[in-house]
């Protein structure tokens, strides 16, 4: 049984720093894009950030250029998001994705999705 299992969410007041991590299990994640998408409430699920196997396409929300940055253990079959500089407008659930290429992600065609975990941001 494939799980992408995220941690690291919470509350954080504004200007403040936070890390995501997603766990994934059940199959081997080498060849695939790993990313982050978000939704805040009442908003559609926006893409964050991704990355490939060997971290060397990387690509962000143009939103989230220069704040955050995300990286991936393939030993540990872990990617991480390092969210600084963190915005009111950053709240939101942020899910972990795996997508079997770039053209997938590019259409937020993703196969394997977690369950979630909610940042909240306050001003």
């Known amino acids: 049984q494939v799980q992408l299992i995220e941690s690291g969410g919470g509350l954080v007041q504004a200007g403040g720093s936070l890390r995501l991590s997603c766990a994934a299990s059940?199959?081997?994640?080498?060849?695939?894009?790993m990313g982050w998408v978000r939704q805040a409430p009442g908003k559609e699920r926006d893409f964050v950030a991704t990355i490939n196997w060997s971290g060397g396409t990387i690509y962000y929300a143009d939103s989230v250029k220069g704040r955050f940055t995300i990286s991936r253990d393939n030993a540990e079959n872990t990617i991480y998001l390092q969210m600084n500089s963190l915005k009111p407008e950053d709240t939101a659930v942020y899910y972990c994705?795996?997508?079997?290429?770039?053209?997938?992600?590019?259409?937020?065609?993703?196969?394997?999705w977690g369950q979630g975990t909610q940042v909240t941001v306050s001003s």
């Open positions: 059940g199959r081997t994640f080498t060849s695939y894009y």
């Open positions: 994705a795996a997508a079997a290429n770039l053209i997938r992600v590019r259409n937020s065609m993703y196969e394997y």
